[in-house]
């Protein structure tokens, strides 16, 4: 998920802990907003294909 991604880039980059959250918190963001893209469009083109 987002929050993992983001908390791996954090330990990786040796960024603290208090600064991390925000991070982590940008992640969960990007990847709910990826999943929702992509759950709209899937639908939109199975509305589309299914006519």
Request: hydrophobic fraction near 60%; glycine fraction near 16%; charge should be positive.
């Amino acid at each position: 998920t987002g929050g993992w991604t983001g908390a791996l880039i954090a330990f990786v980059f040796g960024i603290p802990p208090k600064k991390a959250l925000l991070h982590i918190f940008a992640g969960v963001l990007i990847a709910g907003l990826i999943v929702t893209i992509i759950c709209k469009t899937v639908g939109h083109v199975k509305f589309i294909i299914a006519g």
